[in-house]
């Protein structure tokens, strides 16, 4: 049985569902323009009917309702589609990123509105040919050395630039890209630490049932934010929870989050990204295996086996020579010529010690280490691991390696591992080229379990390191090869050339200490140099071939000016293929340095470009469902206005009715 007074409570509902609509539809109109704000409808339900009675009419069984009920405030929010919007976010960011760094690579190796590298090369093999027309000349004598020293110049001024932006220990500036890293890894930390406290608020906002909106609309716009920076992979729970993994590992828990760190090995080590403050362990067992994990696409999580580490090859001289200082003649050396790895050397038998001929073979930068143990054995070790860098030594017209007996005492051995279902075998025991960013430090024999699972393989965060590591570093490399095969090979031919004073054995550019086995350019264009010899005498420059005076000789003289050939032969050396397997030029190989960063850059830049266009697509998508339309809210507006007035027309009618029963029936 209902009252007298139940048709006000209905039309009651009914002002009150039209006003809660109307402020919902202005809230949307008010939130036009918000970033990341999601369009929200009052849910309307009837509210539960009551049963007619029959005192005067005969509808007995019969309900009728008893006015609206307003159940939720809903955000119109399409979770697939939000899911798919971060997913891309992390993929766009990373690419846009990587063209952009790698668009100021190009700009330092094309060296806009200067002379570059390969235009200097061309000036340096032009001065040699120049000097062997006359090769007494002293200004063409300077201008070789003015040409070379401005060829060490753009050089240094590249690999300077390079080394800058990368971020190396010596020049981590505001802009570089490790400074940059930095900046990166704390907006991530400050992100998360955003997301967890919203989770907070949104949990202790929810507790009586109703759906915190606003602040879910914030957590989500952070949540895009984030995965601009990183990989990320969202789980929500019932609750209105939020858990955020970067890979494997756990970024955000519900109202905790576990902070990122740059960490690196060393100052002369690039940093990696971990949620440790100390640089991570990878290996359970390092005294086989270590790793260093920077970027990468793939999941790496699988044991290595190394059956074999990758050693270099080692001799000794099997005679004994005493005094060390005495003339290689004494022992029955012959003057003349011998070829140790591929070079040819000139040995002046009668005025050359056992430790004149280390010396003469180490500034020769052969990749061959030579010294003196204390029993008199001259001691020659391979730079290089692996059986592709067995010392190779032959006589010619001198008989020292005869004589020497060279025996084997290590022999050259490749590394050979087993990473998963794959064989590996490698020249070094350092290897990269197995698992794409990952640096594999090969240390003993036995078995270790790699733990090699990225934090980062998306987002800004992979493209800084992407660049810097392979990239930047991929160039550096590449021009430190290219000045350091310039200083080998002009020096090779060089040492067999005579200076003004018939001086022979003298190299053009100082030459280096190896600082790490199988790496002998690294970071070579810092210390190149010409020689002081040359810097300190013109006439130490060897334009000169001499020749031999009798048929029976088997040393070349010079007195004085010589005829140039020696210039000849290093101007020639232009055309030389000393890279690729024997493929590539000088100029051609910086342009393959030029090119491969330009095909890089054009890569990322189209992939961005497709990325960008995908992300609009699904922004679009999602915009017809969550987002706010003018006209849509404004025919809203109008429909609850006239549900507003209809239902307080109602309210009137049932007044008046009832005035006219309380007062019109007196």
Not at 203 to 220: F, M, T, Y
Not at 390 to 416: F, G, M, P, R, Y
């Amino acid at each position: 049985m209902t009252s007298s007074f139940s048709g006000f409570n209905v039309a009651r509902s009914g002002i009150f569902a039209a006003k809660k609509a109307m402020e919902v539809t202005a809230n949307n109109i008010a939130n036009v323009n918000t970033e990341g704000y999601t369009r929200q409808r009052a849910v309307l339900s009837s509210a539960e009917a009551y049963m007619l009675n029959n005192m005067h009419t005969n509808t007995s069984g019969n309900k009728v309702g008893n006015g609206v009920l307003v159940d939720k405030i809903e955000a119109l929010r399409d979770e697939f589609t939000n899911s798919k919007i971060v997913n891309e976010t992390s993929n766009h960011d990373y690419r846009q990123a990587a063209s952009d760094l790698l668009s100021e690579v190009e700009t330092i190796l094309n060296q806009v509105g200067t002379t570059n590298i390969n235009g200097q090369m061309d000036a340096y093999w032009s001065a040699w040919e120049n000097l062997s027309n006359d090769p007494s000349n002293t200004s063409l004598r300077k201008n070789l050395v003015q040409e070379t020293e401005t060829l060490i110049g753009l050089f240094q001024e590249v690999s300077g630039q390079l080394r800058q932006l990368q971020g190396t220990s010596d020049k981590k500036t505001n802009g570089s890209l490790e400074s940059q890293l930095n900046t990166a890894v704390g907006e991530v930390n400050s992100l998360a630490a955003n997301i967890a406290d919203l989770n907070n608020q949104i949990a202790r906002s929810e507790v009586s049932g109703a759906i915190a909106n606003e602040l879910r609309d914030k957590r989500q716009v952070l949540v895009e934010k984030l995965a601009g920076y990183i990989n990320i992979d969202t789980y929500y729970t019932g609750d209105g929870n939020l858990t955020i993994n970067c890979g494997s590992h756990q970024l955000v828990q519900h109202t905790s989050y576990n902070k990122l760190y740059v960490t690196d090995q060393g100052k002369e080590s690039l940093s990696t990204v971990s949620f440790n403050p100390d640089y991570p362990q990878y290996s359970n067992d390092p005294s086989v295996a270590e790793a260093v994990l920077t970027y990468s696409d793939s999941q790496y999580n699988g044991t290595v086996t190394v059956t074999q580490l990758a050693q270099a090859h080692e001799q000794y001289s099997f005679l004994t020579y005493h005094p060390l200082t005495g003339p290689l003649s004494d022992f029955g050396v012959s003057s003349g010529s011998f070829v140790l790895n591929g070079r040819e050397f000139t040995v002046d038998a009668d005025k050359t010690s056992l430790s004149g001929l280390a010396s003469m073979i180490n500034e020769a930068n052969i990749e061959i280490n030579a010294s003196i143990n204390e029993s008199g054995q001259l001691i020659l070790k391979s730079n290089k691991t692996g059986e592709d860098s067995v010392i190779c030594s032959a006589d010619k017209s001198s008989n020292l390696i005869s004589v020497l007996n060279l025996q084997t005492s290590k022999e050259a051995k490749n590394a050979i591992f087993n990473y998963g279902d794959r064989e590996f075998v490698t020249q070094s025991n350092t290897v990269s080229e197995a698992l794409p960013g990952v640096t594999i430090f090969l240390r003993g024999t036995g078995i270790a379990d790699l733990d090699m699972r990225p934090i980062v393989n998306s987002g800004k965060l992979k493209a800084l390191m992407e660049v810097r590591d392979k990239s930047i570093q991929g160039a550096l490399d590449s021009l430190n090869n290219l000045a350091y095969s310039i200083m080998t090979e002009t020096n090779d031919v060089h040492r067999n050339g005579f200076s003004l004073d018939g001086e022979t054995g003298i190299n053009f550019f100082e030459p280096v200490l190896y600082s790490e086995v199988s790496y002998p350019y690294k970071d070579y264009i810092q210390q190149m140099a010409v020689s002081d010899a040359v810097k300190n005498d013109l006439g130490k420059i060897a334009a000169s071939g001499g020749y031999f005076v009798n048929d029976t000789d088997r040393l070349k003289t010079s007195k004085g000016v010589g005829d140039g050939s020696n210039a000849i032969l290093i101007a020639q050396l232009k055309q030389g293929k000393f890279f690729n397997n024997g493929k590539t030029t000088f100029d051609s190989y910086y342009n393959e340095i030029v090119t491969t960063v330009a095909t890089q850059s054009k890569q990322y830049t189209n992939e961005a470009d497709y990325s960008n266009n995908m992300l609009s697509q699904l922004k679009t998508i999602r915009s017809q469902t969550s987002g706010v339309s003018l006209d849509e809210e404004l025919a809203n507006l109008i429909q609850f206005q006239h549900s507003y007035n209809a239902a307080a027309r109602v309210m009137t009618t049932l007044d008046e009715m009832l005035d006219k029963v309380v007062n019109g029936m007196i």
